[in-house]
């Protein structure tokens, strides 16, 4: 029987039907809320990133860590035609370039003062250095006989201030070949200072040096005439090779210079292998020490010649010339390892070793600012994507971790209450991160908020 429906019943279920059709926000009288509106994404604020090719198939290990040298210069002139040319013409067996670098003994370089109280004489082949300081003097390595020991050293120790006062105290030897420690019975004999030298390469040696053992891998701290100084053994180039870090002061400051003891790399596996090692312990103590310039017997090898030559035009600057910083420095030595890699790969081609690839952090243009907290993390590969990165910030204390999308791009998402202040400086630091083909390297970049 049909349900019969009067006037009042029919406009009672139209008010209901127009409720149930009405959104959820509109009632009574009232003016409809607003919807929340989404809030406008944030552009990025980073240059145009130049596309990187994939690596193709190598067909040995040698050309992959040849390449990979390559790639880690990330187009900057000065590691290309140093660090990465030089070291790598071991396993390039590029002769006309180590014949090119022999042929600089022929040319030399007058005393030439690199920092406040460091000092190189020598040639372009090979040198020694000077460290002043008001207790007396060490030096790096003697030159290659006793007749340059006396024709260059001690003249030039005189003119430094040599003296009752200020004696020569210290000499440091990298290794045991005659370019470095050729003159050293000839400062013994003269001013007796204490030679320090690795064990293995002490054997036979007339000066009769006090030596590092040779044997440990641990750095050995030590004051040489007030001054301190990181002995560590990295044998390889020679079984004695010693390396070192050393504290020079540039305009009043202290600033840490890394030596690495031998630049010719092996022929055979065991010493090739022992040589990448001791570069990689290097990176790892330059980077724990903070160094920010770098020193070589062999000046052609990390840019220490072409800094001497711009200090001779123009003087010396400040910050000295050689002070490039602790990134520089440590992507100098990241080429370093991948050139040892390639020899050691070309010595015996079973051996297996990960490509370290050298990560470069980048704040936006124009720094952080308080919506916009990001960074890019890249390598000579391309974008580094899901990586961590960290965001701290002083003086707030505030700090946030990030995750980079496919463009290398991480951002912090913070909200009105958490957002990092105006006045901070922001740090962001990525960790680096391994895996069994490539280990990506850590960095860091700090930049005060921008506007």
Not at 128 to 133: I, L, P, T
């Amino acid at each position: 029987m049909r349900t019969p429906f009067n006037r009042t019943t029919l406009a009672f279920a139209a008010a209901l039907a127009g409720a149930a059709a009405a959104p959820a926000w509109r009632g009574g009288g009232d003016d409809p809320a607003p919807l929340p509106v989404a809030p406008a994404p944030i552009a990025d604020r980073f240059s145009e990133l130049a596309q990187a090719a994939p690596d193709p198939a190598f067909a040995t290990e040698y050309d992959r860590h040849i390449a990979a040298s390559h790639r880690n210069t990330l187009g900057d002139e000065f590691m290309l035609n140093t660090y990465r040319d030089y070291y790598c013409m071991y396993p390039e067996g590029n002769t006309a370039l180590r014949n090119q670098v022999r042929d600089g003994a022929n040319t030399r370089v007058p005393l030439t003062q690199l920092f406040d109280d460091v000092w190189y004489i020598g040639s372009h082949h090979v040198g020694q250095y000077f460290f002043r300081s008001d207790e007396g003097f060490v030096l790096l390595d003697t030159l290659n006989n006793a007749t340059e020991a006396q024709t260059y050293t001690v003249p030039a120790l005189s003119v430094l201030g040599l003296g009752a006062t200020r004696p020569l105290k210290d000499v440091i030897v990298t290794h045991g070949h005659g370019d470095h420690d050729g003159g050293a019975l000839e400062l013994r004999t003269r001013y007796n200072p204490t030679i320090t030298t690795g064990s293995a390469d002490a054997a036979g040696k007339a000066y009769a040096p006090n030596t590092i053992d040779s044997s440990n891998f641990e750095p050995v701290r030590m004051t040489m005439a007030g001054r301190e100084v990181i002995l560590f053994s990295t044998p390889g180039h020679t079984p004695g090779s010693l390396s070192s870090i050393i504290t020079a002061h540039d305009n009043g400051k202290p600033v840490k210079a890394v030596i690495v003891g031998g630049s010719a790399m092996p022929g055979n596996k065991a010493a090739a292998d022992s040589y990448m090692h001791g570069v990689e312990r290097t990176y790892t103590l330059a980077k724990k020490e903070g160094v920010t310039a770098s020193l070589q017997a062999h000046p052609v090898f990390d840019g220490t010649l072409r800094f001497m030559g711009e200090i001779n035009e123009n003087g010396l600057s400040k910050p000295s010339q050689l002070v490039i910083g602790q990134e520089r420095i440590l992507q100098g030595l990241a080429i370093l390892r991948q050139c040892s890699s390639a020899n050691a790969a070309k010595v015996d081609a079973t051996t297996l070793y990960p490509v370290w690839r050298v990560s470069k952090l980048e704040l936006p243009t124009g720094g952080p600012r308080v919506d916009d907290v990001s960074a890019r993390v890249t390598n000579g590969w391309g974008p580094v994507a899901n990586a961590a990165v960290t965001f701290t910030a002083r003086p707030s204390g505030k700090s946030c971790t990030a995750t980079t999308n496919e463009k290398g791009i991480a951002r912090c998402e913070q909200h009105e209450g958490d957002r990092f202040d105006a006045a901070d400086t922001v740090t962001a630091n990525f960790d680096g991160s391994d895996s069994t083909n490539y280990v990506d390297l850590p960095t860091t970049a700090t930049a005060a908020m921008g506007k």
